[in-house]
């Protein structure tokens, strides 16, 4: 009779800190205040209470010990502890070309391609895009997008924000990549997988349709400035699975997985 081999993983030896994000210059033994939304969340919805232990950071690097000093109906007072040196980015740098797609979909992807190490994004407004954004709205859209990479960035421990650029057409983007030593995109029929690549020497830019994908033009003009089609197995995978894909991929091959 065969005994199916099993595995008890250890109890974990740590608690994940509450960490909140805030853009200013922060020092040690000094007292700042959480922005509202934060403020909110720790105390309405985390339900911290004075004197709790929480994780700062900025952005710049590293992050700080705090703790919560005063919480009153609308405010939340952080005493701010010492400066530690740590540091989560992969050593792989990528840059994400997304298609624009619709409404949750999109939200998923810039979620999770931070959970997944993506060092910045840029939305690209496509032929086939579902979702058509220009002037006041588009820049409420980059703007609710910052905040949620800021989020990701809290829940999954990183130190630095990846930044959301304005939303370009294609063109424009192609030609902020001209100078990325690897370009990828995607196409079903491709020759290259990511396995015959070999190790990037640099930064990678990788290019992500939208829900319709390319159009024919858009396809041609990719090709023309250097970008490598390569094909994520025999299966099509949506927008919003695509590039989560291959981060993980690239991230097990040449990056931190």
Not at 65 to 77: F, L
Request: hydrophobic letters at 45%; a negative charge.
């Amino acid at each position: 009779m065969q005994c199916a081999l099993s595995y008890h993983a250890p109890l974990p030896a740590f608690a994940v800190m509450p960490r909140f994000y805030l853009p200013e210059t922060l020092a040690p033994d000094t007292f700042i205040t959480l922005p509202d939304a934060s403020a909110h969340h720790a105390a309405r919805v985390l339900r911290l209470s004075v004197g709790d232990s929480v994780t700062l950071f900025n952005g710049q690097g590293g992050e700080w010990t705090g703790s919560i000093h005063h919480i009153g109906k609308r405010e939340v007072e952080v005493r701010v502890g010492e400066w530690q040196n740590v540091e989560r980015e992969s050593t792989l740098r990528v840059t994400l070309a997304q298609g624009i797609s619709s409404g949750e979909r999109m939200d998923y992807t810039l979620q999770k391609a931070v959970e997944l190490g993506v060092h910045a994004i840029r939305p690209i407004a496509c032929a086939r895009s579902v979702v058509k954004l220009s002037g006041e709205r588009a820049d409420k859209r980059r703007t609710h997008w910052q905040n949620l990479v800021i989020a990701a960035c809290e829940q999954c421990a990183r130190n630095r924000v990846p930044e959301v650029s304005d939303i370009a057409p294609l063109p424009v983007s192609l030609a902020q990549s001209a100078e990325a030593p690897l370009k990828l995109m995607f196409a079903p029929d491709a020759q290259h997988t990511l396995h015959t690549l070999p190790r990037p020497d640099g930064d990678v830019t990788m290019l992500a349709g939208p829900e319709g994908g390319f159009d024919a033009h858009e396809y041609s003009a990719a090709l023309a400035a250097g970008f490598i089609p390569i094909r994520l197995g025999p299966r099509i995978l949506r927008t919003e699975t695509a590039a989560l894909a291959a981060l993980a991929a690239m991230q097990t091959l040449w990056g931190d997985l």
